[in-house]
């Protein structure tokens, strides 16, 4: 259950007033202790304000590339659409001095297939998906060994 910042306030205060020890004064009011001292620690660093909720998600995905660097690749993507998305990433990575990897660049919009080959699009819009998912479903499917039970 989440509890507004007042709510936590009135519980700081009822333990530290009440004459019972802080673990029977929270078993009493059904609060963990974990959950009490974190809400503690933080209204003695930064006061009541310290007890409003944080969001529970990231501010920031940690491998998401910025929109700056975004915009950079897409269009070294579009300049030189012979790539493929390996080659992309390091040329790339050797004239901005910006690390990205071929894996990162899977989630760009529609960059055509390489070296003059029919690819798959790296796009993630939905009119592509369905062909997407049932090329790579059919792509693993012949590049697996077919277990010795299941052959006929």
Known sequence: MRYPASEKLEIIRTVEQ???SAKRTLDQLG???RTFYR?????LEGGPEALEDRP????RVWNRIPAGIHDQIIELALEQSELSPRELAVRFTD????????SGLSGF??????NGQQ???LCHDA?????RMSFSISFWRAALPVPPSSRA
């Open 18 to 20: 009440s004459h019972l």
């Open 31 to 33: 609060i963990p202790r």
């Open 39 to 43: 809400w503690y620690d933080r209204y």
């Open 56 to 59: 529970s998600a990231p501010s």
């Open 95 to 102: 004239g901005q001095r910006y690390f990205v990897s071929e």
């Open 109 to 114: 919009p529609c960059v055509a297939g390489h």
């Open 119 to 121: 690819g798959v699009p």
């Open 127 to 131: 009119k592509n998906l369905p062909y």
